[in-house]
């Protein structure tokens, strides 16, 4: 029989706010398709704990960065959703997968500026496109983007430039894809506790309450603050916004 729940597929679903995202959307009704690159113990734990709710939920790799591998992945999506769930399409697509590299202009080198263009930008492109066919009409698309593409903050030009990148492309998709009424917003968190982030807390101790007195509502984020914007863009009160930057940052550098 076929299911008639919402599916959502979020890449980089395993932590941080990729797996706050996914909590929150099969809090609010929503399956889940798990895309994580390569740990997997995190990915079958998000797993779990949402099909302990009684939502349904699958696990799916993917390197975002290897867009060769994205045939094979579809194939194995369009597998997934035939055996789980009886159909052949998705609703809510979520590019969140992404990684970190902290480095001034003059020292940022082509290996990693490529790494980052290839998870942040090339790699949400190809992916998104490939996706289109499993995607329903009336569907969402919510593509992560950052804070640093509003303000500066050195050692992320080339991160945030390719965030930018996304932005613009999130309008472009907005435009084109607006006639199976499909939205596409994207969702640009500030300053926030997770992976990304571990580091430059624990080697900068100061970093907490300089940022915290920056931000107009007096703290840093965390990732439950993140989750729950991505899950109402997938919801049918929000099907009226699409083409929007939603800076979630508690009023950073106002």
């Given amino acids: ?17 990729g797996k706050n995202m996914a909590l929150k959307l099969a809090a609010s009704g929503v399956d889940i398709i798990a895309v994580y690159r390569s740990n997997k113990e995190e990915a079958e734990a998000v797993v779990a704990t949402i099909e302990k ?15 060769s591998s994205f ?17 052949h399409q998705f609703d809510f697509l ?11 202009f003059p020292d940022t080198t082509e290996n990693a500026f490529d790494a980052l263009m290839n998870v ?36 992320y030009a080339a991160y945030a430039a390719m965030k930018g990148a996304v932005e ?4 472009y998709l907005a435009k084109e894809l607006g006639h199976r009424g499909i939205t596409v917003n994207a969702v640009a968190p500030g300053i926030t ?25 007096g703290r840093v984020g965390q990732p439950d603050d993140i989750g729950g914007i991505v899950a109402f863009l997938c919801t049918p009160e929000a099907r009226w916004i699409t083409a929007q930057r939603i800076e979630a940052s508690g009023g950073l550098f106002l």
């Fill in 193 to 217: 506790h997770t992976d990304f982030t571990k580091n430059a807390f624990a080697h900068q101790p100061q970093l907490e309450t300089v940022m915290s007195s920056f931000t107009a509502l």
């Fill in 168 to 171: 613009v492309l999130t309008k």
């Fill in 71 to 87: 045939d094979t992945f579809f194939q194995s999506l369009g597998s997934i959703l035939k055996e789980k769930w009886n159909r």
């Fill in 120 to 155: 942040h930008f090339k790699g949400v492109y190809f992916l998104t496109q490939k996706a289109l066919p499993f995607i329903n009409d009336n569907g969402r698309i919510i593509n992560l983007s950052t804070g640093l593409t509003r303000f500066a903050t050195p050692g």
């Fill in 53 to 67: 709710t009684g939502r349904k939920a699958a696990l799916l790799q993917l390197d975002v960065a290897d867009t």
């Fill in 94 to 104: 979520v590019n969140n997968a992404g990684i970190d590299a902290h480095s001034l």
């Fill in 1 to 17: 029989m076929e299911s008639n729940n919402k599916i959502a597929l979020v890449t980089g679903a395993n932590r941080g706010l």
